[in-house]
T-cell receptor
């Protein structure tokens, strides 16, 4: 069985500061992928970043980076230079051999000016 | 089309009525997923299609819920005899079923269902 845990229901950050959103996971699949999605108040789910379990380097996409620590089973999202438009819900998801991703409960991020 | 589309965007219905929600995935995406998201909550998996078949229906909350997919493309989620607890946003996603877990999902805008 797959499990995703996001322990931070809400986070606050000052504009232009960096913020880390936590995600831990558990799976028995030898090959798996970790995803982060952003859901603004408008409701659409926006793909941010992907990390494969065999990728040697941490994934980066612009201001988003994934701090992947395989031994600790964590895949934290780091947002650098936060912007007001980053205020949203953020979901971590795990996908393995079953093709059905498991989503975390989400973290609400509020960026203060 | 360029992305996943869903219709209607909003649906208000009376308790006991049947509703149909439609999802049009990205062309070429053989995998299709339905999720339900209640207010302020995470995503609840409902059903997954690979082509026209549904290998996993484990998430359907009751026998009032059913889904089908025809031609490996459009999918319809039907809720019979709606109840107030069915009120939620229903999200559809499609993906290429790549091995090893790299199946990035592309989401539609959702259908907001309100059962009065």
């Amino acid at each position: 069985a797959q499990k995703i845990t996001q322990t931070q229901p809400g986070m606050f950050v000052q504009e232009k500061e960096a913020v880390t959103l936590d995600c831990t996971y558990d799976t028995s699949d030898p090959s798996y992928g970790l995803f982060w999605y952003k859901q603004p108040s408008s409701g659409e789910m926006i793909f941010l970043i992907y990390q494969g379990s065999y990728d040697q380097q941490n994934a980066t996409e612009g201001r988003y980076s994934l701090n992947f620590q395989k031994a600790r089973k964590s895949a934290n999202l780091v947002i650098s230079a936060s912007q007001l438009g980053d205020s949203a819900m953020y979901f971590c998801a795990l996908s393995g051999g079953s093709y059905i991703p498991t989503f975390g409960r989400g973290t609400s991020l509020i960026v203060h000016p | 089309g360029a992305g996943v589309s869903q219709s209607p965007s909003n649906k208000v219905t009376e308790k006991g009525k049947d509703v149909e929600l439609r999802c049009d995935p990205i062309s070429g995406h053989t995998a299709l997923y339905w999720y339900r998201q209640s207010l302020g909550q995470g995503l609840e998996f409902l059903i997954y299609f690979q082509g026209n078949s549904a290998p996993d229906k484990s998430g359907l909350p009751s026998d009032r819920f059913s889904a089908e997919r025809t031609g490996g493309s459009v999918s319809t989620l039907t809720i019979q005899r709606t109840q107030q607890e069915d009120s939620a946003v229903y999200l559809c996603a499609s993906s290429l079923p790549l091995a090893g877990g790299n199946n990035e999902q592309f989401f539609g805008p959702g259908t907001r269902l309100t059962v009065l």
